[in-house]
């Protein structure tokens, strides 16, 4: 189950990571060159960041056995119980969280933090759902099978895309902001591919015909 999981989380990083290298390659080139943004696709977020992590209820029966690590229930001071997988007494791998006022959280938890927080399929991403990354990236809108596939927006320390992807990339219709201006249009397999305009923050711009992210 360790291995699994492990594998899963790997999966995911390095998803992250190719969005991040094929972001770059438009942002540091001279990029010339429609799709009108829609709001959000998600809606708000059960999920709360704790200033410290709440202290285990030790008058709870089920707390007790979340003195080592592996799936079961722990019951908090504050009246928050999260029942899952942990790791040294805090959610770590698939769990829920359910708080004192009855939001629910359930998602993918690592040392005690949500990372993924949506729908699942066998342990993965599937449906909505948001991750935030080690790196500070967020992607938040639909999955498929732990990919990033239909609607979603994707923010990271360059810049913001807002659209469509398939299988792992942007795809279809969407608009990037990157550092050095804003790129509208059509997209296949995370290049610029199709009709799609660019502004430059300088105030000049394009729009035509892009193939191959040129």
């Known amino acids: 189950m360790m291995i699994v999981q492990a594998y899963r989380y790997l999966l995911l990083l390095l998803l992250a990571a190719a969005a991040v ?7 540091d080139s001279e990029q010339r060159g429609v799709y009108n943004s829609t709001d959000s696709v998600m809606g708000s ?10 202290a285990i209820d030790e008058s709870s029966n089920k707390s007790k056995m979340t003195k080592h690590s592996g799936k079961g229930t722990i019951s908090y001071d504050n009246g928050d119980v999260y029942e899952g ?26 040392n005690g933090k ?48 807002e659209g469509e992807f398939r ?9 990037h902001i990157f550092s050095h201006g804003t790129y509208e249009g059509e997209w296949k397999n995370g290049e610029r591919h199709g009709q799609g305009s660019f502004k430059w923050t300088d105030g000049s711009s394009y729009e035509g015909e892009w193939k191959e992210d040129k």
Not at 21 to 27: E, H, I, S
Not at 45 to 54: D, E, I, L, V
Not at 133 to 138: A, D
Not at 167 to 175: E, F, I, N, S, V
């Open 85 to 110: 997988e942990f790791r040294n007494a805090a959610p770590y791998g698939l769990g829920k969280m359910t708080y004192k006022d009855g939001r629910v959280c359930e998602g993918i938890w690592k």
């Open 45 to 54: 977020f059960a999920c709360k960041s704790y200033q410290s992590w709440p």
């Open 167 to 175: 299988d792992g990339l942007r795809h279809g219709k969407g608009r």
């Open 21 to 27: 290298l094929t972001a770059g390659k438009g942002d």
């Open 114 to 161: 949500i990372e993924y927080e949506g729908e699942l399929l066998d342990g993965l991403p599937h449906g909505r759902g948001k991750w935030i990354y080690p790196n500070g990236s967020v992607y938040e809108g639909e999955w498929k099978v732990g990919m990033w596939h239909g609607k979603g927006k994707w923010t990271y320390s360059h810049g913001t895309y």
